[in-house]
Structures are given as structure tokens and as C-alpha cells.
């Protein structure tokens, strides 16, 4: 399967720095990339969708100058948590389907564990 | 009602058992259905992926879709301790990029 490469896998800040976390599509090009949160025993919230060379999309109650969504190229989204608090740490995992398919797959990353002292 | 429902668990079985997992949905647009492992503190992984509606047999693993009774499974055979993770029934539409996902459901096999 394709393979989705997330970095950093766990981070920790103090309250009102701003963490970057990467997503990349190792060995395919991904048109839309999407970034869930999830919290413990709980199922992945979608945040945005992310599609390659416009602006992300947002669900509703997600704060769109918070979670900073950058998808510059075929092969790399980033979701930027601009002055986190600690209410922000959470599990953020991102997603990304293959450029001009329409199988349904959707391959995740390892995820990113963030934590805000 | 939600658009996907899923028994959260958890679900404990011997080592052994055939483990039957299960998740309903109400839009009969989605055409697109998949089964994902997540481990704890790890993202999910892609188990089984179907198209419309039948069976499809991995290894230990066969996925089924219903679609007139809007209803997949998902079996796992010869059920290992390896196997304890949540999954993850998720579907789309056929057009669009719409994935929902159910809310996972909680497996223990216990040796």
C-alpha cells in the first residue's frame, strides 16, 4: 500500500508556541490530503481538507487561524497549531488519497502526538 | 441518527475465535467501503477495501457489504493476540471526497 510519512511523531511546547507538523506522501502524489484529530478511545475528528495548491477546507468549529493548513506540492501538507494551549494537545493524524484515482482509499499516517505544558 | 454506527466495544474473545465486527449506515450513496486497524498511539491502517456491494476474502480477514440492508462486517478467523486494536468501518460516496468513519470498535484477544 501507499505509504504516508508524519513528522514529528510526538512534540511537546509550552503554551503559546506554534508547532509545525508534517505530512508526506512517500511514494505517490496526493491531490487531497485530510488532517483528523483524535482524542483517547475516540474516533478521528475530521479538521480540514487539504487539496494541493489551494486553500484548505474547514469543518465546522474548527478555528481556521488556529490549525494553519499549507499544501504546497503533490507530496507534502503541513498543519501548523499557532499559539497552543493546552487544550490543543491531542493525537493529530493526517490522510491522503491518490492523485486522479476514485478507489476510496485513504491511507493515514502514523500520526502526531502533541502536547502543550 | 448518525450517518455510520458502530458498536465501540470493547469485545473480548479467546484466542481462536471468529470475531465478526459490524457497522450500518444510512446514506445509500456511499459506494466505497473499507476496514481499518489502529493501533493504540498509531494511525489506522487499511485492512480491506470494497466496492459496492459482496465479499472480500485477505488472508484471515473477509469484508462484506449490504448494501440494500446498508450494513458491513468485517471477520477476522483464527483471531491472534496481535489482532487487539480498534477498527475502523469508514465509507465515501462515489463522487467526492467525503470519507466518514464510524466510531471505531474495541478488540481484545485474549490468549
Known amino acids: 500500500g501507499a505509504v504516508v510519512s508524519q513528522h514529528p511523531s510526538r512534540v511537546i511546547c509550552k503554551s503559546g508556541t506554534s508547532v509545525k507538523i508534517e505530512c508526506r506522501s512517500l511514494d505517490f502524489q496526493a491531490t487531497t490530503m485530510f488532517w483528523y484529530r483524535q482524542f483517547p478511545k475516540q474516533s478521528l475528528m475530521l479538521m480540514a481538507t487539504s487539496n494541493e495548491g489551494s486553500k484548505a477546507t474547514y469543518e465546522q468549529g474548527v478555528e481556521k487561524d488556529k490549525f494553519l493548513i499549507n499544501h504546497a506540492s503533490l507530496t507534502l501538507s503541513t498543519l501548523t497549531v499557532t499559539s497552543a494551549h493546552p487544550e490543543d494537545s491531542s493525537f493529530y493524524i493526517c490522510?491522503?488519497?491518490?492523485?486522479?484515482?476514485?478507489?476510496?482509499?485513504?491511507?493515514f499516517g502514523e500520526g502526531s502526538r502533541l502536547t502543550v505544558l | 441518527q448518525k450517518e455510520v454506527e458502530q458498536d465501540p466495544g470493547p469485545l473480548s474473545v479467546p484466542e481462536g475465535a471468529i470475531v465478526s465486527l459490524n457497522c450500518t449506515y444510512s446514506?445509500?450513496?456511499?459506494?466505497?467501503f473499507m476496514w481499518y486497524r489502529q493501533y493504540s498511539r498509531k494511525g489506522p491502517e487499511l485492512l480491506m477495501y470494497?466496492?459496492?456491494?459482496g465479499n472480500k476474502e485477505d488472508g484471515r480477514f473477509t469484508a462484506q457489504v449490504d448494501k440494500s440492508s446498508k450494513y458491513i462486517s468485517l471477520f477476522i478467523r483464527d483471531s491472534q493476540p496481535s489482532d487487539s486494536a480498534t477498527y475502523l468501518c469508514a465509507m465515501r460516496h462515489n463522487y467526492g471526497q467525503n470519507f466518514v468513519f464510524g466510531p471505531g470498535t474495541r478488540l481484545s484477544v485474549l490468549p
Open positions: 490522510s491522503a488519497t491518490l492523485a486522479g484515482g476514485n478507489t476510496g482509499e485513504l491511507f
Open positions: 446514506n445509500s450513496a456511499f459506494q466505497y
Open positions: 470494497t466496492y459496492s456491494s
